[in-house]
């Protein structure tokens, strides 16, 4: 009996697709409305996205940026599922969705200092709306039903997203921010990009369930798989979720896709957990080289627009490595500062004698 | 004898603790195949196979209910957790429950537990992975917080967290686990928990440190010699319960002590020893006790950590105004 009731939950959450990992167009009907322009820009994106993922690596280890989680492979799971977003809708990001938040808003300077562990990072901008990316995992989950609540209170016409991993799917606050926000009928959309492993430890080991999408059916909303390697898949499930959480009823999105670097720049070895094998079988659905050939047919991409994109996005990390240079080193008294609104006695005090130290 | 680093000196005792006591098992994020982050528990999976070494679910509230689970089926469990800011998610699993079950119990139940973990600032990590949370541990009754500063302690002290009968958190500072080697007995021996060392000896200040400080607090008593003050050094190396008998014998002979803590001023333990001292040691003191710690702000983005940790210039100059007093 029990048995049965699993079988009939996990045969809802077949993975849902349009392009093909050869750039085919498989499910025509579920095909987005979006112009031209908008497909080249969402190129344009992935392309911009997969060189700054480069340069950030080389430029980490020259020791010139400092803590960074790679993003190649999750491109288009995190730029698809963006797309689908109004410029008010809040994000709720983890410490590897750097790209969502700046194609939101934030500077790239400001990514970069955010990387460097340098406060200014941390400073968004006015009408931006993100969290810096959260280094707790699950802790964006539960803060992201909180945000749509007030979405709602406040009678806004916008949602909020949060984005973890198949790790961050087995903490205890992915299951009370699904609740939360179902409870509430709050504007939410959860996304877990499955990657296929939390660090060395592969996405089977962290639970019985054979999807992450399923986990929606308990917090009574929806769930959905994706394949988080189409891009068009991506921006049309979000899009639905979109409306659906504006009708108060939320969604999680299981994006299957791929790491193609190590978890971080911070020493790990991918080879200790995973075969080249694996690593060449999920390289060979790559997002960019799909959308670009499905594009390619289409006339709306070639060689030329790609360098074009390849050499702006070359020059604008120059120059925001620059500004990052450029901003003023931080000293202990700047943190002091940062700590209240108005001091109290022992940081006033502590400020003073910082402030001293650092005029010497 | 060999020579080992303190994450050599973690991992042998582990090993040695797995061999000795099939009933001890050791597990957390990553653990397994991987070895740890660190590669703490590197070829211990190999060695004594996935049922005693292994990779959890990422949930640290559940390896923290795992292990009470595990402790009251008669297991002896050395869970990680995978950096130390990380231990808000299981908090209660570690001071509300596992802390409190031989009490709970009425004496029935004890926790025979080691929950490991790295911390300590200087490597440059994100958020929430070197603050030093020692102090809000330390605060709870029930379990006691265990710190090596040296890689011949850490084995030690480690065995003797495995085997005690009560839980011990075990702290591992992360500028420690490389930074040097020393003399390690390959054979079992046990460092007892609740006891100082006294690290460097010396008659004219009492310096008092825990961690990474200590190395800190030995680097100032260095160059304090040179300027004609002999420095003794006390390494806690358990923060809770502190050692008081060994800090008031010093004090009896120094007169004057600073305490010196990698945690915020409000944090740590500092404010503990000079209470204490002040209650046991008031009438041998010739200086009021002093202290170097970092300012009250959250542990700093890792572009300020160099600005904002405690160095020896701030312990010799300390060390001088009880000195000169
Ligand atoms: C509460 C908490 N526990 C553990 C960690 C350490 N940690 C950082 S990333 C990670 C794995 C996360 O895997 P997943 O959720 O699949 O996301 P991915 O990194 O693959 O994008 C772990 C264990 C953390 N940052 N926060
Ligand atoms: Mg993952």
């Not at chain 1, 999920?282 to 060689?303: A, G, S, T």
């Not at chain 2, 926790?111 to 911390?119: F, L, M």
């Not at chain 2, 803590?261 to 006790?289: C, F, K």
């Not at chain 2, 009250?296 to 940790?309: G, K, Q, S, Y």
Request: hydrophobic content about 40%; glycine content about 8%; some cysteine.
């Amino acid at each position: 009996m029990a048995t049965k009731t699993i079988e009939q939950v996990e045969s809802h959450f077949e993975m849902f697709q349009i392009l093909n990992e050869n750039g085919e167009v498989v499910n025509k009907d579920a095909m987005p409305d979006l112009s031209d322009e908008q497909l080249q820009e969402i190129m344009h994106r992935m392309v911009y996205t997969r060189i700054w993922d480069q340069r950030a690596i080389s430029l980490n280890r020259q020791g010139r940026l400092g803590f960074y989680a790679p993003v190649a492979g999750q491109e288009a799971s995190m730029i698809g599922s963006h797309y689908a977003l109004e410029k008010e809708d809040w994000i709720l990001p983890g410490y590897r969705d750097v790209p969502q938040v700046v194609w939101h808003g934030l500077p790239l300077y400001q990514a970069f200092l955010y990387s460097r562990g340098h406060f200014h990072g941390g400073q968004i901008p006015e009408g931006v709306n993100i969290l810096p990316p959260q280094i707790i995992i699950g802790a964006q989950i539960v803060q992201a039903a909180g945000v749509a609540l007030g979405l709602k209170r406040r009678h806004k016409d916008n949602v909020a997203i949060t984005y973890t991993g198949d790790g961050g799917a087995s903490q205890g606050d992915f299951y009370e921010g699904m609740n939360f926000a179902g409870a509430y009928e709050a504007p939410a959309i959860f996304v877990v990009q499955n990657n296929q492993f939390a660090i060395s430890v592969p996405v089977e080991e962290q639970s019985a369930a054979k999807t992450i999408a399923q986990k929606a059916v308990a917090a009574g909303i929806h769930g959905v798989q994706v394949d988080g390697m189409d891009i068009l898949a991506m921006y049309s499930v979000t899009e639905t979720a979109r409306k659906n959480a504006l009708n108060g009823e939320p969604t999680l999105i299981e994006s299957v896709c791929y790491r193609y670097g190590p978890h971080t720049m911070a020493g790990d070895d991918p080879t200790r957990y995973r075969t080249e094998e694996l690593d060449n079988e999920w390289e060979k659905k790559d997002p960019l080289i799909r959308f670009r050939k499905f594009l390619e047919d289409k006339d709306l991409w070639n060689e030329e627009k790609e360098n074009e994109v390849v050499d702006q996005a070359k020059a604008d990390i120059k120059e925001a490595i620059k500004q990052a240079d450029d901003t003023p080193k931080q000293k202990a008294s700047d943190l002091i500062e940062i700590m209240y609104e108005k001091l109290p006695q022992n940081l006033q005090e502590q400020l003073e004698e910082y402030r001293e130290k650092e005029s010497k | 004898m060999a020579q080992m680093t303190m994450i050599q000196a973690i991992t042998d005792a582990m090993r040695t603790e797995l061999k000795n006591d099939e009933n001890v098992l050791v597990y957390g994020e990553d653990v397994g195949q991987n070895g740890g982050v660190f590669r703490a528990t590197e070829g211990l999976q190999d060695e004594f196979g996935e049922e005693r070494v292994f990779d959890t679910p990422l949930a640290e509230s559940g390896i923290g209910g795992l292990t009470l689970g595990l402790a009251v089926t008669g297991f002896r469990p050395v869970m990680e957790i995978q950096f130390f800011g990380f231990v808000f998610e299981t908090m209660d699993e570690v001071v509300g429950q596992i802390a409190r079950l031989r009490y709970r119990t009425g004496g029935k139940y004890g926790a025979p537990v080691t929950i490991r973990t790295p911390y300590g600032g200087g490597v440059k990590t994100p958020e929430l992975h070197a603050d030093s949370l020692e102090g809000i541990i330390a605060q709870s009754p029930g379990i006691s917080v265990v710190i090596p500063s040296t890689p011949y302690d850490a084995k030690g002290l480690l065995i003797s967290a495995i085997r005690s009968n009560d839980p011990v958190f075990y702290l591992e500072h992360m500028k420690l686990y490389r930074s040097f080697r020393e003399e390690v007995p390959e054979e079992e021996y046990t460092v007892e928990i609740g006891k100082a060392d006294v690290k460097r000896e010396g008659k004219d200040v009492t310096l008092i440190a825990y961690g990474a400080m200590v190395h800190t607090c030995l680097k100032a008593a260095d160059q304090l010699a040179e300027e004609g003050y002999e420095a003794e050094v006390i390494d806690l190396r358990t923060v809770s319960p502190i050692d008081m008998d060994t800090i008031v014998e010093s004090v009896k002979k120094t007169n004057r002590a600073v305490m010196v803590q990698e945690a915020q001023r409000q944090a740590g333990v500092g404010s503990n020893v000079m209470a204490d001292l002040n209650e046991r040691a008031i009438l041998h003191l010739e200086a009021p006790v002093l202290r170097v710690a970092a300012p009250d702000t959250v542990f700093p983005f890792a572009a300020a950590e160099d600005v904002w940790l405690p160095n020896e210039n701030d312990v010799i100059e300390k060390a001088k105004a009880v000195l000169n007093f």
